[in-house]
């Protein structure tokens, strides 16, 4: 395997080839002073493609989500050009996911037109990391594989000495996520029920008698992006006794000021992965994606 590091995800890449001791085809990133930028492979210093050689490109799509993905297809593209290869494209995290059917009359199911994208570009295989709903995979034909960082955010929260813990999701729909982690801790799990307005984008989280008095939580996600959820999350946990709240995701997206509205909220920690380079991604799924491209 040749591993194709993407400059969204130029750490992680270069984990997942140490992991995997394979390859690596560097490239260059140009930028010209009206914004645009030409990618350039270093093929001078890359050895021959041996036949049924696999490219790999690790690329995330994190904001700025337009030039990750842009940057994405012309990868795909050129890699098809220069070595006549349909790469496996691995994507930490997959931007417009989370529109994954029409909300609203009228609206994009963007999650559609993305994989279509990757897909029409010529990438022939799309590993991705806790994708907001793994259905949007049957808006495309090419073979798509969603993995859970879940394990190494479980193995990560095992080392640093919750007292008598309790995971909650947010969410009802992420309770399979505080599933894998409470196993690992071995712990219990539970969720509060979060609504959002589709028109003004609120969110209200909504308070259950959960019992965690005294005890730690860890309130997690898979996204967080304003951190409004989760901070709402914590008030609540903290509101009900807790004694510590610590947060977890797989992707921090962090904009705006999501660090301090989760601290402000009450929060010791927060921790996230590396499907996005962020002040908190300390947790790594190259073992992950390595494993994954293993088979
Ligand atoms: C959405 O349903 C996701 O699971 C997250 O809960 C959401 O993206 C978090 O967004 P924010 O941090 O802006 O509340």
Redesign the pocket.
């Known amino acids: 395997m040749v591993i194709v590091p993407g400059p969204a995800s130029s750490n992680l890449a270069l984990n997942v080839a140490e992991n995997l001791s394979d390859d690596v085809l560097f490239l260059n990133l140009r930028d010209f002073p009206d914004g645009e930028w030409v990618v350039q492979f270093d093929v001078e210093n890359f050895k021959e493609k041996r036949p049924g050689e696999e490219f790999i490109v690790i690329q995330t799509t994190y904001p700025n989500q337009e030039k990750n993905l842009l940057q994405l297809l012309i990868m795909i593209d050129t890699l098809k050009d220069l070595f006549s290869v349909s790469p496996i494209v691995v994507v930490p995290y997959l931007a417009f996911s989370?529109q994954d059917k029409r909300f609203l009359p009228g609206e994009a199911i963007t999650a559609k037109t993305i994989l279509n994208l990757i897909h029409d570009r010529g990438a022939k295989r799309l590993i991705t990391v806790d994708v907001?709903n793994e259905g949007i995979f049957s808006h495309v034909e090419m073979d798509c594989v969603n993995v859970t960082a879940m394990g190494e955010i479980g193995k990560h929260l095992l080392k640093i000495g919750l007292k008598n813990p309790i995971v909650i999701s947010?969410?009802e729909?992420?309770i399979n996520h505080a599933k894998i982690v409470a196993e690992i801790l071995g712990c219990e799990y539970d969720f509060f029920k979060?609504k959002?307005s589709r028109t003004t984008g609120e969110?209200n989280v909504e308070k259950r008698d959960i019992e965690v008095k005294g005890r730690d939580v860890v309130v997690l996600?898979?996204?967080?992006?304003?951190?409004?959820?989760?901070?709402k999350a914590v008030k609540i946990v903290k509101s009900l006794g807790a004694l510590r709240a610590y947060v977890a995701c797989t992707h921090s997206?962090l904009?705006k000021d999501?660090f301090k509205t989760i601290i402000d909220a009450g929060a010791e920690k927060i921790f996230g992965t590396d499907t996005v380079q962020s002040e908190i991604s300390v947790i790594s799924i190259a073992p992950v994606i390595a494993e994954t491209l293993k088979k």
Not at 226 to 231: P, Y
Request: proline share 4%.
């Open positions: 989370r907001h947010p969410d729909g992420a979060k959002r969110i996600d898979d996204i967080i992006s304003t951190g409004g959820t989760v901070a997206l904009v999501a």
